[in-house]
């Protein structure tokens, strides 16, 4: 069974670069996609972006402009950096395991982490 | 991009009832639709995969159906541990997209 910690900075002031990174435990890091997704403050859910054991990645395009994801496979980690935040980008992050490499579904969820933007 | 829509967006129901959450795409994503389960300062957990596949664990009192731009989600007793909100994904094309989401209360 796979699991997911998270971890970074909560508190962010408008215009800096909100970092997440997520540890990935059990399984193997090369089969699958690894998401993040987050959710403002009593709202739904934004996938963010995805990315794979050799680096590549699709964006939301809502986002594509400030937000990158990367990977450590030597750490079996996964990060989220999203640049030049705004009040806008206060939500709750999670990071998150696709089924399989071929599938959306996400079956393995971090613990969540909020983060707020404010000056 | 596709938008997901879902009806009704709260409900308030008791235990025992049989509920159905309907999720609908803005295209065709034939059976690439998922459902989670999201309880308050909790991760959404996955319940149904591929529109009708239920994942391990799941108690099979949740089921799902539906194919093309219509699906349905369907509790067939309601339990106490299932008043929650309810969220529908489609991972026909990227950007993945979620439905706003239903919650369901306690009548």
């Known amino acids: 069974q796979v699991q997911l910690q998270q971890w970074g900075a909560g508190l962010l002031k408008p215009s800096e670069t909100l970092s997440l990174t997520c540890a990935v435990y059990?399984?193997?890091?090369?089969?699958?996609?690894w998401t993040w997704i987050r959710q403002p403050p009593g709202k739904g859910l934004e996938w963010i972006g995805e990315?794979?054991?050799?680096?590549?990645?699709n964006y939301n395009p809502s986002l594509k402009s400030r937000v990158t994801i990367s990977v450590d496979m030597s750490k079996n980690q996964f990060s989220l950096k999203l640049n030049s935040v705004t009040a806008a980008d206060t939500a709750v992050y999670f990071c998150?395991?696709?089924?399989?490499?071929?599938?959306?579904?996400?079956?393995?969820w971090g613990q969540g982490m909020l983060v707020t933007v404010s000056s | 991009d596709i938008q997901m829509t879902q009806s009704p967006s709260s409900l308030s129901t008791s235990v025992g009832d049989r509920v159905t959450i309907t999720c609908q795409a803005s295209?065709?994503?034939?059976?690439?639709l998922n459902w989670y389960q999201q309880k308050p300062g909790k991760a959404p957990k996955l319940l149904i995969y591929?529109?009708?596949n239920l994942e391990r664990g799941v108690p099979s009192r949740f089921s799902g159906s539906g194919s093309g731009t219509s699906f349905t989600l369907t509790i067939s007793s309601l339990q106490p541990d299932d008043f929650a909100t309810y969220y529908c994904?489609?991972?026909?094309?990227?950007?993945?997209?979620f439905g706003p989401g239903t919650r369901l209360d306690i009548k």
């Open positions: 295209q065709d994503i034939t059976t690439y």
């Open positions: 591929d529109a009708s």
């Open positions: 998150a395991k696709t089924g399989g490499f071929w599938t959306g579904y996400f079956d393995s």
């Open positions: 059990g399984g193997s890091f090369s089969d699958y996609y």
């Open positions: 994904q489609q991972y026909r094309s990227l950007p993945y997209s």
């Open positions: 990315v794979n054991h050799s680096g590549t990645s």
